[in-house]
Nanobody, 128 residues
Framework: QARLVESGGGLVQAGASLRLSCAAS????????VGWFRQAPGKEREFVAS????????YYADSVKGRFTISRDNAKNTAYLQMNSLKSEDTAVYYC?????????????????????WGQGTQVTVSS
């Protein structure tokens, strides 16, 4: 059983950067695919980015491509989401998720139901 804890959210101005962290304990983090999702008020949870167990496969939502970077450090049991050039529409609660899923060309890790473990979320607010 893995436990995920996100950190790094906050209030920033448009154009700024933030780095979110997702620290895992328990389970087998180095074998898990990891995804970042976000949920804005009144909207459904949406896929942001995913990374497979060894970082060899990475996918992004079109809305964040070129601005966000997902990465992981299996030695530290931690995944990251570097967010640059933030926009007001990036405002949301950001969640990391992990599980024994395959993240590859066909299964890109975009479906939240594929993930077994979720963090509690961290708020990101971007003021314009």
């Amino acid at each position: 059983q893995a436990r995920l804890v996100e950190s790094g959210g906050g209030l920033v101005q448009a154009g700024a950067s933030l780095r979110l962290s997702c620290a895992a304990s328990g389970g087998s983090f180095s074998t898990y695919g990891v995804g970042w999702f976000r949920q804005a008020p009144g909207k459904e949870r949406e896929f942001v980015a995913s990374i497979n167990y060894n970082g060899g496969n990475i996918y992004y939502a079109d809305s964040v491509k070129g601005r966000f970077t997902i990465s992981r450090d299996n030695a530290k049991n931690t995944a990251y989401l570097q967010m640059n050039s933030l926009k007001s529409e990036d405002t949301a609660v950001y969640y990391c998720a992990a599980g024994a899923i395959t993240i590859a060309t066909i299964t890109r890790g975009e479906d939240p139901y594929e993930y077994e473990y979720w963090g509690q979320g961290t708020q990101v607010t971007v003021s314009s």
